[in-house]
């Protein structure tokens, strides 16, 4: 059996290392493209508002792409009496002379031509449709299930040489598309691409100088837009960020945005990508997949304070170099002189900054007690993996009477505040807000508990 081989890349994982590239076929208009085991060929298109009870959204369309695909992996000579022989053609003890006419005879009497078996599997990391010459996109797989007559979409198998197996694949790409082409990835066999209607794209291997990379993707902000609706929170509100990649391997790659990505206001403040997905065409969280020869392009979406006018995009891998972007402006951060600064070991370092006011639109603390607010950074000291912090443990507050009292939960919903899993980006830094509800005008010290440090106390009031 032969197998497509497109190597998805977790990040920083180099698929095929040390090996060759292949070669991208490319089709003349109406003809297939072939590589060494398949050949491919677009024998129609159509476009679509809806498949089956799926409909598209707004802005885009379904795009049903007709196939075939044939065999055409040369057959292969297989002795099945040979091959059943465990003694290997010695047969019996003894000494001999070698193979006899009569031996030669029989071998080419058991002798078969045996079809080799194709495979292409899973499907949608292999076959993409570009759009414009810009953009990649995935085959959409609950569509084509619903789609009659379709191939895959998990997996392609054509058992015999010569044999053809023909259906739809259905993809959801922006409306009214000037061209499209079917790519088909496949590292050990050859790439193929089938222009469809229009020119074919221009094949490339990066970005064209537009933006930043590493080892193994090119990443480039394309573009920045306020949402509108309604803030998740008082004082914030979202900014969507349109961001187009390529693989620089000859791969798919998955950049884990959920996990390493994070955008930096001016005034230090640091946010993961939001979890909703509304009014995004493409997510790219928790992860964006990139293709070789196309880039792809999709949104991340951040819940940012309302007054941010700068803010950058920072990608940081645990293994691999850094991509930073500019979003808006010019955002390096900035903060006042710290009035207290706790060094914990060769992890990080803690800065205290002076009259933290307590952020409007909060509910009203508990009878009896008051809020108090602390406006905190923490540089990450390391460069090869971010912090995660756990605010509840790391930062209490002792009050009167020797008490222990934990952030309030109001914290999670201030505009510069903790969210995700409270990660500081490796090599980078994060300013945050937290509020607690205190004893009212009694004496305050925060306790910071860390990785090297087990308690250090800083004078709050």
């Known amino acids: ?222 573009g920045a837009a306020w949402a509108e609706g309604a803030p998740a929170a008082a004082g914030t509100r979202r900014l969507v960020v349109s961001v187009r990649g390529i693989s620089r391997k000859e791969a798919l790659v998955d950049v884990p945005f959920a996990d390493f990505g994070f955008l930096q206001t001016e005034r230090g403040c640091v946010f993961s990508p939001d979890r909703d997905t509304a009014g995004l065409s493409n997510p790219l969280a928790p992860r964006g997949r990139f293709t070789p020869f196309v880039p792809a392009e999709g949104q991340l979406a951040f819940t940012v304070p309302a007054d941010t006018t700068a803010a950058a995009l920072l990608f940081r891998p645990r293994q691999g170099a850094a991509i930073d972007l500019p979003v808006l402006g010019t955002a390096k951060p900035s903060w006042p002189a710290p009035t207290a600064v706790v060094t914990d070991g060769d992890v990080l370092r803690l800065l205290k900054l002076p009259g933290a006011a307590v952020p409007p639109g909060l509910p009203p603390p508990p009878a009896g007690a008051e809020r108090v607010a602390l406006d905190l950074v923490v540089e990450n000291l390391r460069t090869g993996m971010g912090i995660e912090l756990q605010a509840a443990q790391q930062f209490r507050l002792v009050g009167p009477a020797d008490s222990r009292i934990a952030p309030s939960r109001f914290s999670a919903q201030l505009p510069c505040r903790l969210d995700g899993r409270g990660v500081v980006p490796a090599g980078g830094s994060r300013r945050f807000t937290l509020v607690y509800d205190v004893p009212p005008g009694g004496p305050l010290q925060l306790e910071y508990r860390g990785f090297t440090v087990k308690s250090e106390l800083i004078k709050v009031r």
């Open 1 to 222: 059996m032969t197998r497509a081989l497109a190597c998805l890349v977790p990040f920083l994982a180099v698929c095929g290392a040390g090996t060759a590239r292949a070669q991208v076929t490319v089709a003349q208009p109406g003809q297939p493209a072939a590589g060494k085991a398949i050949e491919l060929r677009v024998t129609g298109h159509r476009s679509a508002p809806t498949v089956g009870t799926l409909a598209a959204d707004p802005g885009r369309e379904f795009v049903i792409v007709e196939t075939a695909w044939k065999n055409v992996i040369p057959q292969k000579a297989v002795n099945r009496k040979r091959a059943a022989d465990r003694t290997a053609g010695a047969g019996a003890l003894g000494f001999g002379g070698g193979a006899t006419a009569q031996d030669k005879a029989a071998d080419e009497a058991n002798t078969t031509l045996e079809s080799v078996r194709f495979e292409a599997r899973p499907l949608p990391n292999l076959a993409w449709l570009v759009v414009d010459g810009r953009v990649a996109e995935p085959i959409d797989v609950p569509a084509t299930r619903a789609l009659e007559g379709h191939v895959g979409p998990d997996a392609l198998s054509i058992p015999a040489f010569q044999q053809v197996v023909a259906g739809g694949l259905v993809f959801r790409v922006p409306a009214g598309a000037r061209s499209l082409s079917l790519l088909f990835l496949d590292s050990v066999n050859g790439h193929l691409l089938v222009p469809i209607v229009g020119a074919a794209p221009a094949l490339a291997n990066g970005l064209g100088g537009t933006g930043r990379a590493n080892e193994v993707v090119e990443l480039a902000v394309t």
